[in-house]
């Protein structure tokens, strides 16, 4: 089984920027798809972010254009630089290896929460 550590949330208010990080206890993330998902109060957890081992990235359209995912292999670490965050962005966020179809391969971390509020 595999942990993952998240870190980097806080208070922030509307505008503003955090950057998340999250570590894996061991050696995953080669040749996986990283993903960052966000579960706010009452709302179904969602993707809002992806990276392949490659690189490539995808985001949700609600954060295209302020948040950027981006990995280091060599510390099993992924993070997301969230900028220009709004009041919506509010939730617990995560991060886990994506299979696809809303399917992910480890169990969950315990997140790092996200509060945007004037």
């Known amino acids: 089984q595999v942990q993952f550590v998240e870190s980097g949330g806080g208070s922030v208010q509307p505008g503003g920027s955090l950057r998340l990080s999250c570590a894996a206890s061991r050696t995953i993330f080669s040749g996986y798809v990283m993903g960052w998902y966000r579960q706010a109060p009452g709302k179904q957890r969602e993707l809002v972010a992806a990276i392949t081992s490659g690189g490539s990235t995808n985001y949700a359209d609600s954060v295209k254009g302020r948040f950027t995912i981006s990995r280091d292999n060599a510390k099993n670490t992924v993070y997301l630089q969230m900028n220009s965050l709004k009041p919506e962005d509010t939730a617990v966020y995560y991060c886990?290896?994506?299979?696809?179809?809303?399917?992910?391969?480890?169990?969950w971390g315990q997140g790092t929460q996200v509060t945007v509020s004037s």
């Open positions: 886990n290896v994506d299979r696809g179809g809303g399917r992910v391969l480890y169990s």
